[in-house]
């Protein structure tokens, strides 16, 4: 389970989280993405229309249903969705005075976790380090953090990587860094090229080798319903993005053979 996190906003937090989940799909991974973002930018990019949502991630988090019924089918083979509901943009207020809040989405996940029915769930954040992106870092076994290649964006890293030890510490001890995904990169601006060499000199390996370039096949696809993957199939996004997926699926596995 892995939580798709930063508090910056604009960083291709929820786009890498669509299609990221979509490439893994289309290499046969049995994938569920969790909209955890009031905003639902995931659920539409993934064809789902707000008058559809019949019920969510504010379900999940209240109790009020089980994950099984909240999932719904999208358009990609592989690849299920709990949307965001409307009813989530009061959930930081409702959790607030909750028992275990911080524990929630855990608890409320822990059925389909212990099911094995997913290889890979992906938990989409939103642009905060509240109640509800607490809950995604506390149910996730690690976290991706999407890193815009411009000026103030390793200012912001350094807080989540902060925030991501103190969650280790003190209430989800399994909690890892997955790594650091390069997005908007353009290979015609040197700002892009500093960044990336500051990201990598450093967190190291933790920095995906795979970069996302700036594409405007990425930008156009979540106004379609799609992921880049359906939208354009020969698009340069659509290439870095399934390259992601490889890249994560063989992390992933060399980490499960290495486990005791």
């Given at each position: 389970?892995?939580?798709?996190a930063?508090q910056k906003g604009?960083?291709g937090k929820t786009?890498t989280?669509v299609?990221?989940?979509?490439?893994?799909?289309?290499?046969?991974?049995?994938?569920?993405?969790v909209?955890l973002d009031p905003?639902?930018n995931?659920?539409?990019g993934l064809?789902l229309e707000r008058?559809?949502?019949?019920?969510?991630?504010?379900?999940l988090?209240a109790?009020?249903?089980?994950?099984?019924?909240?999932?719904?089918?999208?358009?990609?083979d592989?690849l299920?969705?709990?949307p965001a509901?409307?009813?989530?943009?009061g959930?930081?207020?409702?959790l607030a005075?909750?028992?275990?809040?911080?524990?929630?989405?855990?608890e409320?996940?822990?059925?389909l976790?212990?099911?094995?029915?997913?290889?890979?769930?992906?938990?989409?954040?939103?642009?905060?380090l509240?109640?509800?992106?607490l809950n995604?870092?506390?149910?996730?076994?690690?976290?991706?953090?999407?890193l815009?290649?411009?000026?103030?964006?390793l200012?912001?890293?350094s807080?989540?990587?902060r925030?991501?030890?103190?969650?280790?510490?003190?209430?989800?001890?399994g909690?890892?860094l997955d790594?650091?995904?390069l997005?908007m990169y353009?290979?015609?601006?040197n700002?892009s090229?500093?960044?990336?060499?500051?990201?990598?000199?450093?967190?190291g390996?933790k920095?995906?080798?795979?970069?996302?370039?700036r594409?405007?096949?990425?930008?156009?696809?979540?106004?379609?319903?799609?992921p880049?993957?359906?939208y354009?199939?020969?698009?340069?996004?659509?290439?870095?993005?399934?390259?992601?997926?490889?890249?994560?699926?063989a992390r992933?596995?060399n980490?499960?053979?290495?486990?005791?």
């Amino acid at each position: 389970m892995v939580a798709v996190a930063n508090q910056k906003g604009g960083v291709g937090k929820t786009t890498t989280s669509v299609n990221l989940a979509a490439a893994l799909a289309a290499a046969g991974q049995s994938v569920l993405l969790v909209d955890l973002d009031p905003q639902g930018n995931a659920s539409t990019g993934l064809g789902l229309e707000r008058a559809a949502r019949r019920g969510g991630t504010y379900a999940l988090l209240a109790h009020a249903d089980t994950p099984e019924h909240l999932i719904q089918s999208t358009d990609i083979d592989n690849l299920a969705l709990i949307p965001a509901d409307p009813d989530l943009a009061g959930a930081e207020i409702e959790l607030a005075a909750a028992a275990r809040r911080e524990y929630q989405l855990r608890e409320a996940l822990a059925p389909l976790r212990e099911s094995g029915h997913y290889r890979v769930i992906i938990i989409d954040c939103p642009p905060s380090l509240g109640l509800l992106t607490l809950n995604g870092l506390v149910a996730a076994e690690s976290v991706l953090v999407p890193l815009q290649c411009e000026f103030f964006a390793l200012e912001g890293i350094s807080q989540l990587t902060r925030t991501i030890d103190r969650v280790s510490r003190s209430l989800n001890p399994g909690l890892r860094l997955d790594g650091i995904v390069l997005t908007m990169y353009d290979r015609r601006n040197n700002l892009s090229d500093l960044v990336a060499a500051d990201a990598r000199g450093f967190f190291g390996e933790k920095v995906y080798e795979t970069v996302i370039p700036r594409n405007i096949r990425i930008s156009e696809a979540p106004s379609h319903g799609k992921p880049v993957l359906t939208y354009d199939p020969r698009s340069a996004g659509t290439v870095a993005y399934l390259r992601l997926a490889e890249e994560f699926a063989a992390r992933h596995q060399n980490r499960d053979t290495s486990s005791p």
